[in-house]
């Protein structure tokens, strides 16, 4: 990254500036879907990593201890990192299916009401698939369902 280029962080996405759009430029045009593809692609690259990582902790630290409460300790530990690698799981296929949909030019666009998502929103969740409004309804009355 040239010098004179501050890494800025979106969402949760290290150095990618937020995305500025040209005066004109239509919403979801190659430019920003190559964007969106870029910080898709870098969180699941950096998931996949942590993939990597657990499995070679797991066999790193392996042991069998003769002490019981060390050894639930241990088993406690990878149980904890194994769900949270399943939800990394889970994330990379919703990531996988965001590209997808973002190869078949139909990224961006709220799967309820059919408005634009908006850029903003899509940088903080890549993986967004409603407008903020359609989510904030879906969250009502998931809360009232739940009750």
Same mark, same amino acid.
């Given at each position: 990254?040239?010098?004179?280029?501050?890494?800025?962080?979106?969402?949760?996405?290290?150095?990618?500036?937020?995305?500025?759009?040209?005066?004109?430029?239509?919403?979801?045009?190659?430019?920003?879907?190559?964007?969106?593809?870029?910080?898709?692609?870098?969180?699941?690259?950096?998931?996949?990593?942590?993939?990597?990582?657990?499995?070679?902790?797991?066999?790193?630290?392996?042991?069998?201890?003769?002490?019981?409460?060390?050894?639930?300790?241990?088993?406690?530990?990878?149980?904890?990192?194994? !769900?949270?690698?399943? +939800?990394?799981?889970?994330?990379?296929?919703?990531?996988? @299916? =965001? #590209?997808?949909? %973002?190869?078949?030019?139909?990224?961006?666009?709220?799967?309820?009401?059919?408005?634009?998502?908006?850029?903003? !929103?899509?940088?903080? +969740?890549?993986?967004?698939?409603?407008?903020?409004?359609? @989510? =904030? #309804?879906?969250? %009502?009355?998931?809360?009232?369902?739940?009750?």
């Amino acid at each position: 990254m040239p010098t004179n280029e501050k890494q800025q962080s979106t969402g949760n996405f290290s150095g990618f500036a937020p995305y500025v759009a040209t005066k004109g430029e239509e919403y979801m045009g190659a430019p920003m879907r190559a964007h969106f593809t870029k910080i898709l692609n870098k969180w699941k690259q950096d998931l996949m990593q942590e993939v990597d990582r657990t499995v070679d902790h797991m066999k790193d630290e392996a042991a069998n201890f003769p002490d019981p409460a060390d050894r639930a300790s241990q088993e406690e530990e990878f149980s904890l990192e194994l !769900r949270a690698r399943d +939800r990394e799981r889970k994330l990379i296929k919703k990531i996988d @299916k =965001t #590209l997808q949909l %973002i190869e078949d030019e139909e990224y961006g666009w709220c799967e309820s009401c059919g408005i634009e998502i908006g850029i903003r !929103r899509l940088e903080a +969740r890549p993986t967004a698939d409603l407008c903020i409004d359609c @989510k =904030t #309804l879906a969250e %009502i009355k998931e809360k009232q369902v739940g009750k």
